[in-house]
C-alpha cells in the first residue's frame, strides 16, 4: 500500500486540512511567481492556447499562437480559416490537422452561439466541443478571475501524492480538494502544484530530495532523496527568469535549472 495512502486513512479531516494548507505556503514560498504558462491576451487566446497544448509544452504552444492569432485575429476569422494554411501554423504542435479541426469547429460554435465571444461561465463553456471541466477552469480562472481548481495530471499525481485525497476522478478530485481551501486559494494553488508537478515531483522520478514539503508529504521517498542527486532531477520548462513575471529570487543554493524546451 502506497504511504500516501495508509496515511489517509489515519488522518482526520481537520489535521488534513492543517497540513495540506502547510505545504500549499511552503510551495507558494517556493513559486511564487507561478502563473499560467501558455501567454495569452484575450479569453478567446487562452481558449484555443489551451485546447493546442494537448499532447505538447505550454512552450511549444507559445511559438506558434502569435502567428496564429495575428493571422486569424477573432472568432469570426478562425472559424472561416483555411484549413491547410492553419495546418502549417499548428504543425510543430503535433496532431496538427485534429489540432487544426478542433480550433475551427470551437470557433464557429463561439460564433454560432456566443455570439464570437467566449462565456464566462462553466455550464457554458463545458458545452462547447473539446472543452471539458479542465480547460475551462484554466479559461475561468485566468481569464475570467472566477475561482475554480485545474485538475491536470501534475495536480491530479499531486494531491493523491500529499494524501490529501484519494479519487482519481477529476472531478472528484476537484471537490475533494475545494474542501480543503478557500475559494480565493483556488486558481493560485492550482498554478503552484502544476509548477512543482513540473519542476519537482515528477511522474517517474520526483526530486524528494530537493523538496521543499517533504517534511509533510507521505510519498517522500518514492522518489530520489539524496540532496545532491535530487537537485540534478529538477527542471524548468522555459530559461531561467522567462518564466518569472517579476524579477527572479535566483536559484536555491546549488540548484540547476534546467531547460527542457
Ligand atoms: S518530490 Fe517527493 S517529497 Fe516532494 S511532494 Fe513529491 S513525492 Fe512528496
Not at 507561478?34 to 505550454?58: G, K, M
Not at 480559416?81 to 463561439?110: C, H, W, Y
Not at 475533494?176 to 517517474?204: E, N, Y
Request: proline share 9%; with cysteine; hydrophobic share 40%.
Amino acid at each position: 500500500m502506497p504511504a500516501s495512502t495508509a496515511s489517509y486513512a489515519a488522518e482526520s479531516p481537520v489535521a488534513r486540512t492543517r497540513r495540506a494548507r502547510r505545504i500549499y505556503r511552503a510551495l507558494f514560498d517556493r513559486y511564487p511567481y507561478a502563473h499560467a504558462e501558455l501567454d495569452f491576451e484575450t479569453p478567446l487566446q487562452l481558449l484555443l492556447a489551451t485546447v493546442l497544448s494537448a499532447q505538447t509544452t505550454d512552450v511549444t504552444v507559445n511559438k506558434v499562437t502569435p502567428t496564429l492569432f495575428a493571422r486569424w485575429p477573432t472568432a469570426e476569422a478562425l472559424a472561416a480559416a483555411d484549413r491547410t494554411e492553419m495546418e502549417e501554423v499548428l504543425k510543430p504542435t503535433g496532431f496538427f490537422r485534429a489540432k487544426t479541426n478542433s480550433v475551427i469547429t470551437l470557433s464557429q460554435a463561439l460564433v454560432d452561439r456566443f455570439g464570437g465571444e467566449v462565456p464566462p461561465r462553466l455550464k457554458d463553456l463545458v458545452t462547447l466541443p473539446g472543452v471539458g471541466r479542465k480547460t475551462a477552469n484554466v479559461v475561468l480562472g485566468n481569464a475570467f478571475g472566477v475561482p475554480g481548481i485545474t485538475v491536470d495530471t501534475h495536480f491530479g499525481r499531486l494531491v493523491r501524492r500529499f494524501g490529501w485525497t484519494e479519487e482519481t476522478d477529476p472531478v472528484k478530485v476537484e471537490h475533494a480538494i475545494g474542501a480543503l481551501f478557500p475559494r480565493k486559494d483556488w486558481v493560485m494553488l492550482s498554478h503552484v502544484l502544476i509548477f512543482h508537478g513540473r519542476r519537482t515531483c515528477h511522474a517517474r522520478r520526483p526530486a524528494c530530495g530537493a523538496c521543499p514539503v517533504a517534511q509533510w508529504c507521505p510519498s517522500y521517498g518514492e522518489g530520489e532523496t539524496d540532496p545532491a542527486m535530487a537537485l540534478k532531477l529538477l527542471k524548468y520548462e522555459l530559461a531561467p527568469g522567462a518564466e518569472l513575471p517579476d524579477p527572479p529570487p535566483g536559484p536555491l543554493p546549488g540548484e540547476q535549472r534546467v531547460v527542457t524546451a
